[in-house]
């Protein structure tokens, strides 16, 4: 049985009908003093598919009774899938006295759950901090569907971590070229990006990264595009996270269109990670 967080409604459906499993019925109920009660009332199956992306410190509270909830209510397996994992990126401490987010969130979500399955986390490593077995999901090939016919495409990814994630998205393209940018940041909303050697003048771009936040890494590359005479310029990513103000952001940057997948379930996510959830699910 698919158990859906308040935060992955679209996705959980769309794993139901992936898997052909039944969808539960959730209540997610809020107590005046501010705690927070989610259930799972009619919860009747050996095995449940928690799905959260865990967006929210209430949403990594949300998957941690969920889990709770199916365990009391007779599953005897319990699988947790986080489709976008919040803190990730909190991975190491990197000062003295802070603490690795990443490895405290993994560390509570492990005791519910006997395998925890997650799509394209910033750095793969934070598998290690959970007490279970530990799955990633790569959903980059699908960036690629509702990409339009491009002209010449160049694949740009806005520093050398993301190439990968790039070079995936244009094999499934089936065509273009594959570059990245060198890119330093100041602050949350400060980028510097160095343009690269490609030669983008009157070609398609098509930028691709993990998560775009705040949508200054996007926005600043775009405008190196716009400097460069690129045709037009897609933004494409794995988690559209698209926090502040980003979307004025990258509009006023000059972007064609953003497309993400529904990890996070915005405007933007017009892909679907269900059918890579499922296939590892059945791996
Ligand atoms: C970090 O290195 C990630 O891969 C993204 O590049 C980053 O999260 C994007 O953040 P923002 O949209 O705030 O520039």
Redesign the pocket.
Known sequence: MIVSASTSQSLASSLAAALDEPLAATEYERFPDGELRASVPEFDADRAVVVCATTTSDAHLEALQLQDAVREAGANEVVTVLPYMGYA?QDSAFESGQPVSARAVARALSTGTDRVLTVNP?ETGVCDFFDVPCTVVDAAGRLAAPLPDLDDPVFLA??A??RELATTVRDAYGVGSVDHFE?T?HS??E?EIEPHAADVAGRDAVLV????????????AVSHLRERDAARAFVT?VHP?L??T?RTRLARAGVEAVHGTDTIERAESTVSVAPAIADALAE
Do not use: L
Not at 209 to 220: F, L
């Open positions: 990126r910033h806005p520093d971590g993301a890119k940041r949350a909303t980028v990264d993990d998560i775009v936040a705040t949508g200054s890494t996007m926005a600043t990513c996270v926090a502040d980003a």
